[in-house]
């Protein structure tokens, strides 16, 4: 989970606050869908269920942790599994303080 907020916050640097929002929430959607890893099920067990406090991570470590899955938090979601995108109206006029900068 860090690498992905890493990476949030690297690419963040780059986009503008509605970008960034639409990446949170695609990151947000996949992890509760479960399509790209079973981790927040697992984790849910580990705390409100067996109250074990022991997930069984997979992979167990962030260093075993590929681009191509952190890549894959950030996909559009499919509409076709009943998965919408966020669509963020248009913006115009936006005060300086929101736009993103380096």
Not at 55 to 64: D, F, I, S
Not at 81 to 92: A, H, I, M, T, V
């Amino acid at each position: 989970m860090e690498e992905i907020i890493s990476a949030l916050i690297r690419e963040g640097r780059y986009q503008g606050i509605g970008q960034c929002i639409t990446r949170e929430y695609r990151m947000v959607c996949h992890a509760v869908k479960g399509d790209i890893s079973k981790d927040f099920v697992e984790g849910s067990r580990a705390v409100i269920i067996d109250k074990d406090r022991n997930p069984k991570w997979v992979p167990r470590r962030l260093e075993e942790m590929k681009d191509t899955m952190v890549d894959k938090y950030f996909k559009r979601m499919v509409e076709e599994d009943g998965w919408e995108d966020l669509k963020l109206p248009p913006r115009k006029n936006l005060p300086a303080s929101i736009i993103a900068k380096l």
